[in-house]
């Protein structure tokens, strides 16, 4: 249920309620892997959030609404812009598994869970549908 409350000049853009969850890792992998279960991912790995929702918040904000002073915005928030890098891979590969070179265990530096379930929207609210 699409919400916007408009101003005079500027247009604020809300949406709250249920979306597609957009966290993307093979958890149930991990966690087989911690418990020693399992020595490397599977590839294809699977996605542990696929097909779940989760509830929302989506906010668009016009810059100008901001204001000019420099001062902190407290709130927490994903950006509109594509992610390029996958941060599950990075976090494998450099913090958790991969040792100093991020190639210490081949098996253990990819989720290989490649992407969200459902694509995101390339406009307002950005994130994908809700099942």
Known sequence: MPAVIATSTQVLKYLPGPRDDPFSFDLTQ???IING???SFNNPGTDAAAGT???SVVL???KAMLGTVAATLNV???TKKKILIDAIDIE???VAFGGP???SNPGLTSDHVN???KPFLASFPYLAAPF
Request: charge should be negative.
């Open 76 to 78: 927490w928030l994903e």
């Open 53 to 55: 929702n989760v509830m």
């Open 37 to 39: 279960m399992a020595t």
């Open 101 to 103: 070179t991020g190639t």
């Open 30 to 32: 991990f966690n087989k």
């Open 60 to 62: 668009e904000v016009p």
């Open 92 to 94: 494998l590969k450099f």
């Open 115 to 117: 992407g969200n379930d």
